[in-house]
C-alpha cells in the first residue's frame, strides 16, 4: 500500500497554533440585557482564573461573569464555566467559539447585566455566542511556531557537511562548542526535525539527541 507524504502546508499546520497577540473587548446587547465580553490570552490555568477574579471584582454587581478557555498547542486542557446561567447555556458556546476561530491559550469572559426579560435557553446560547465572537472580531492574533531541539556531536572534519544541512533546513544554532570535538545545539520547527535528523544521520561519524520541545510563543 502506498502512503502520500503531507504536503508543507499541512506540515506547517501541525507544528503551529494561533492564540491572541494581545487582550480584547466588545459589548453585544439583547432584549435589554448587556453582554460585556472579554478576551485575554493566557498560558496557564492560574493566569485564566486569575482573569475571571479579575473581572468578578470589578463587575461584581453584574448577575453573571461566565467563561471558557482552551490552552497548550492542541486546546487541552480547557473549562467552561456558565456561572449560574442554565446548564450549557454560557460557557460551552464561549468555547465553542473559541474551536471555531482556531484559537487556543485564550480566555473569553462574558459578564452579564440582566436586563429584565428572560432569553430562554436558546437565546442565551445565541447570546453567549455572539457576544464571544463580538470580542474576537478585531483582536489582534499571532501564530506561535512549535520547536524542536537537537544535540549535534561530530569531529572537526566533519564541520562543513554538518553545517550545510542546518543552513538548508533553516534551523537555529543555540549553541556552539568547538574545543575538542564539535557540539551544536540547534533548534527547529517540529515540522522539520525529522527532515534535519535524518540528513545529519546519514553523515557518518556524527552523533544525535533529540530534547524536549518547547514553543515559539
Known amino acids: 500500500m502506498s502512503t502520500t507524504r503531507p504536503s508543507e502546508a499541512e506540515e506547517a499546520q501541525s507544528d503551529s497554533y494561533w492564540t491572541l497577540a494581545e487582550p480584547s473587548e466588545a459589548e453585544y446587547s439583547e ?71 482556531g484559537l487556543t491559550e485564550v480566555i473569553i469572559l462574558v459578564v452579564r447585566y440582566f436586563g429584565g426579560v428572560k432569553l430562554g435557553t436558546s437565546g442565551l446560547i445565541e447570546a453567549y455566542r455572539e457576544a464571544a465572537l463580538a470580542a474576537l472580531e478585531d483582536a489582534p492574533r499571532k501564530e506561535c511556531i512549535l520547536q524542536e531541539r537537537l544535540s549535534v556531536s ?25 574545543r575538542e570535538s564539535c557540539l551544536l545545539e540547534l533548534e527547529i520547527r517540529a515540522g522539520r526535525l525529522d527532515e534535519l535528523y535524518t540528513r545529519l544521520e546519514r553523515i557518518y561519524g556524527v552523533e544525535l539527541k533529540s530534547e524536549t520541545a518547547t514553543n515559539g510563543r
Open 31 to 101: 432584549k435589554r440585557s448587556k453582554f460585556l465580553a472579554f478576551a485575554y490570552p493566557v498560558t496557564t490555568e492560574e493566569e485564566a482564573l486569575a482573569r475571571v477574579a479579575e473581572l468578578r471584582a470589578k463587575y461584581y454587581d453584574a448577575r453573571h461573569v461566565c467563561w471558557a478557555y482552551r490552552l497548550g498547542p492542541t486546546g487541552e486542557p480547557y473549562r467552561a464555566n456558565d456561572d449560574g446561567e442554565p446548564s450549557g447555556t454560557a460557557g460551552k458556546p464561549i468555547h465553542g467559539i473559541l474551536v471555531s476561530q
Open 154 to 178: 561530530f569531529p572537526y572534519e566533519l564541520m562543513g557537511p554538518v553545517m550545510r544541512q542546518v543552513k538548508e533546513t533553516e534551523a537555529r544554532v543555540l549553541l556552539q562548542d568547538f
